[in-house]
């Protein structure tokens, strides 16, 4: 069975088995000097910024893995009320924070 992952509190069509505790993936990325002179100039002229966007969704997807991974360690087949957070750590860097409640799941 494939990992469920939803925001919910709750799968509908499941019935939580075993509840598992808090997951989490953590990644802290930062755009190296080339891509936030690129990205500076971008601003300077509108419109979307792609360098940036890539480097946000790359971060969500570590560290959903990293989450998911996470989950899978400790036996879960399922993540219930996933959220991600994201933090300056220092001028430039920045932590993204997958985290949710892993769970075993049986179909109903």
């Keep these: 069975m494939e990992m469920l992952i939803t925001t919910s509190t709750n799968l509908e069509g499941y019935k939580v088995t075993e509840q598992l505790g808090v997951v989490r993936g953590i990644t802290v990325r930062s755009r190296g000097l ?60 920045t932590e993204v924070l997958a985290y949710g409640t892993a769970v075993k799941v049986e179909r109903i």
């Design 34 to 93: 080339g891509g936030n002179i690129a990205g500076g100039f971008m601003a300077l002229f509108g419109g979307k910024s792609t360098i940036y966007t890539d480097l946000c969704e790359n971060s969500r997807q570590e560290a959903f893995k990293l989450m998911s991974d996470h989950a899978r360690h400790l036996g879960a087949n399922a993540i219930l009320c996933m959220r991600y957070e994201s933090n300056e750590v220092m001028q430039g860097m």
